[in-house]
């Protein structure tokens, strides 16, 4: 079965795992029937900063505005399968904890908790304080995964897009493709 996946954007720093994926699911668009992006204003600009670039715009995927509510997902019959949240603000995991569906991202994650889909957030804050902690209990309870935004080393990565590609196999794993990537044998 060929997923249907939401990709959604927000503000917190680390563009680079948003880069990372889109180009990945690029890569493996045989496995996918359809990938939706919707990005925070806050989203576009920390790109642009953080990587030096405005390539956010180029993928070969549908682009959603953040208000529009008529975006396919903003709806449970359209069977989009997966939410990924890279990287969730702690701000758009708190109002996905509250049920408060103010933008498209926040009614496309609620839409994929009430439907009991997968939604993956890779948090990217620290520390966490109470508030963060409390949230992500409430989104794992709801059926939810946070993926926090923390790269593994004994794949012993040597830049700093390899290091983050680490988080990215790992959300690829949890979306469920199939994708090749270093794996832990032991030592």
């Known amino acids: ?34 990938v939706g992006i919707v990005m925070s204003d806050n989203a576009k600009q920390v790109w642009e900063f953080e990587l030096d670039d405005a390539t956010h715009g180029n993928y070969p995927f549908k682009y959603y505005a953040k208000k529009d509510f008529m975006a396919p997902f903003a709806s449970g019959s359209a069977k989009f399968d997966t939410m990924v949240v890279v990287p969730c603000s702690m701000g758009t995991m708190g109002r996905i904890a509250s049920g408060v569906s103010d933008d498209l991202i926040t009614r496309a994650a609620d839409v994929i908790l009430k439907e009991r889909r ?3 957030l890779v948090a990217r804050d620290t520390p966490l304080n109470l508030i963060h902690i409390r949230n992500m209990a ?9 993926c926090p935004a923390i790269p593994s080393y004994y794949s012993k990565p040597q830049t700093i897009e390899e290091l983050a590609m680490t988080v990215v196999n790992r959300v690829i794993d949890l979306i469920g493709l199939e994708n090749d990537s270093y794996r832990w044998e032991g030592i």
């Open 118 to 120: 997968k939604l993956i």
């Open 1 to 34: 079965m060929k997923r249907k996946i939401v990709v959604a954007v927000t503000g917190a720093s680390g563009s680079i795992y948003a880069k990372l994926l889109l180009d990945k699911l690029q890569q493996l668009q045989s496995q996918i029937a359809e």
């Open 138 to 146: 409430t989104v794992t309870e709801a059926g939810g995964i946070i």
